[in-house]
Nanobody, 122 residues
Framework: QVQLVESGGGLVQAGGSLRLSCTAS????????MGWYRQAPGKQRELVAS???????NYADSVKGRFTISRDNAKNTVYLQMNSLKPEDTAVYYC????????????????WGQGTQVTVSS
């Protein structure tokens, strides 16, 4: 099973930026799709950004134009650059992997870790 460690969260004012990192264990990183998810209090976890093994990207409408997902296969790491942050972006952010972009919402490869907290103040 893929082990994942998220980092980079924190407290930021509205309009600010943060860069999240997720490092994965194992040798399959370069051939898997990766996704960033978030879960706000009282809400379900949602996929906000994803990147295929070939670096094709998708974004939820709520973050499109503000968030950028990228990957460094040499470091087994996926990043989420978050700009123009809004209070509604406040959530715990998680990453996970899947064999395809489509499977990021139904069959992930890693266990859900503790995530990294992002808090955006108004």
């Amino acid at each position: 099973q893929v082990q994942l460690v998220e980092s980079g969260g924190g407290l930021v004012q509205a309009g600010g930026s943060l860069r999240l990192s997720c490092t994965a264990s194992g040798s399959i990183f370069s051939i898997t799709a990766m996704g960033w998810y978030r879960q706000a209090p009282g809400k379900q976890r949602e996929l906000v950004a994803s990147i295929s093994s070939g670096s094709n990207t998708n974004y939820a409408d709520s973050v499109k134009g503000r968030f950028t997902i990228s990957r460094d296969n040499a470091k087994n790491t996926v990043y989420l650059q978050m700009n123009s942050l809004k209070p509604e972006d406040t959530a715990v952010y998680y990453c996970n992997a899947a064999w395809t972009l489509e499977l990021l919402t139904t069959r992930v490869l890693g266990s859900w870790g503790q995530g990294t907290q992002v808090t955006v103040s108004s």
